[in-house]
């Protein structure tokens, strides 16, 4: 079985900046690409970036280009999502995803990855 963990999330003043990490343990696998997904309150979970290995592409949702760098290690099943300039907007349950095996493109759909981390809390404060 997989786990995918993640941390760093907290609370930040608006303008601030946090960086999330996700780390897999068990069972060994070798993922083509990993993302970050969040859901608000009241809301839909939604894309908010996507590594991919294989590619060697990064891709970012609208709502978070410019401000949101997601970094990661292939090797070790490793994701990062530095986060800057962060607003009131962002506040939400962060989840990291993997996907196992081949990749043949960008993925935002949530049912393209296959393991899922418990999320955590990032809460921008005005």
């Known amino acids: 079985q997989v786990q995918l963990v993640e941390s760093g999330g907290g609370l930040v003043q608006a303008g601030g900046s946090l960086r999330l990490s996700c780390a897999a343990s068990?069972?060994?696998?070798?993922?083509?690409?990993m993302g970050w997904f969040r859901q608000a309150p009241g809301k839909e979970r939604e894309f908010v970036a996507t590594i991919s290995w294989d590619w060697g592409t990064t891709y970012y949702s609208d709502s978070v280009k410019g401000r949101f760098t997601i970094t990661g290690d292939n090797a070790k099943n490793t994701a990062y999502l530095q986060m800057i300039r962060l607003k009131p907007e962002d506040t939400a349950v962060y989840y990291c995803?993997?996907?196992?095996?081949?990749?043949?493109?960008?993925?935002?759909?949530?049912?393209?990855?296959?393991?899922w981390g418990q999320g955590t809390q990032v809460t921008v404060s005005s």
């Open positions: 995803a993997a996907r196992d095996g081949y990749c043949s493109g960008i993925y935002e759909l949530e049912g393209s990855y296959h393991y």
């Open positions: 068990g069972r060994t696998f070798s993922s083509c690409a």
